[in-house]
DNA sequence: AATGGGTGTGAAATAAGTGTGAAAAATTTT
DNA sequence: AAAATTTTTCACACTTATTTCACACCCATT
């Protein structure tokens, strides 16, 4: 799997987004600012840099540039939400992509992967999902019922996956809620309900592989036993 | 299983913890103010510490500070409902999470775990509790009698894994509806004897296992002896 | 065998959790 | 700016779980 490296001066937010990382399978180095930074991108060669915009001392502008002048690592900007900023001198100073505070953990492995595949730098090794007529490509985001193609929305498709990825255990709704939205999310448990409901609309018949554990949350069924 | 921390100025909300815990298959130390808990953490490294907010003497969010300058193991606040309590300082200095008191203890157990998985520091291997033609897959609630699968309901589950963990043993009706309701629960002890009988009904052949002491509550057949 | 509290049981009353459709809000696309 | 899509909220119906209750029955002790 690709490697990453975390920059950012907020050690909770690197913790997180490692987290987040490890949890979709990359492993991660990280730094808390630009000279750590560049040291760590030449002793452990990442695919892919995660660089904080707003960083005191050298900000992220800066490191970007400094790095440019003798890598072409892809590298996706973090930007808090409602922050000013420079969108196109981000660009033009070489960023491959950029993605706004909060994001959920979904949102940031979809990035990275677009941006490695771009750059033709992932392993095309297709982890693929199955279980009886479902089958779902896990990094193309495809989904088929009975060879059929089926349209997922994006909390619809990581929650199916979570579901599906570890079949027979129980998930309750907050911890639905804090692997597939993250942790920042605020609102009520119910929506776990409404998508489950579209998801098990849009499965067709299998959908009862999700089923309701009463008074808990939601499992997808165990095929073994 | 896990090794929990539990610290709280109060000896009876920490009898409590520790029984409730103790009940769900932890190892627990435990500590009356911060500096016990520091002496306990270095001696006992437990996986995790809950520690109560509110105590005279260094208050929880000091003891975390102060542990957090030289271990990241993952700590959950304990907070009294209404009381007035920065959430947004808890987790800024490396709280993981919090429980709202009074709580039960399927709750705090669902945390525990919640917050283990993130630190994966979980070992997820099924526990299963066999006896006779009966087996209780306790993480997926899946009950089987003689190979055939019984739908058992949140309370029953919970009564039946309590008992049956703990063979032999007799719990008076007080004991179980403490552990499996928690102590918000207000209403009669007869409640017990019907949830008795619809497991007694649903377990089948199984049902007899379940026994009578006769004055005193009801214990699960101890096979040995 | 008589007594008095403890328990089993079925049915009824309450309470709690979930499914669902539709509307509102937020977000993205056009 | 408008339209389309996704996400969230909400209320109501419905299902399931939990608790209460009354009465028969049982057990241990006189």
Redesign the pocket.
Known sequence: MSHLLIVDDEQDMVDLVTMYMENAGYTVSSALNGDEAEEKLKESHPDLIILDLMMPGRDGFAICESIRSYSDVPIIFLTARGEEWDKVRAFSIGGDDYIVKPFSPGEMTARIQAVLRRFGRVDEKRETIRYQTLSIDVHSRAVRVDGAAI?L????FDLLVLLAKKRGRIFSREELLETV?GTE?S??T??V??????L?MKLKNEGASIE??????YKFVDGAV
Chains 1, 2 share one sequence.
């Open positions: 349209q929305t994006m909390k619809e939205w999310y609102g009520g119910r929506t309900d409404t998508h489950i409901k579209t098990r309701t554990v009463w008074g808990i949350g």
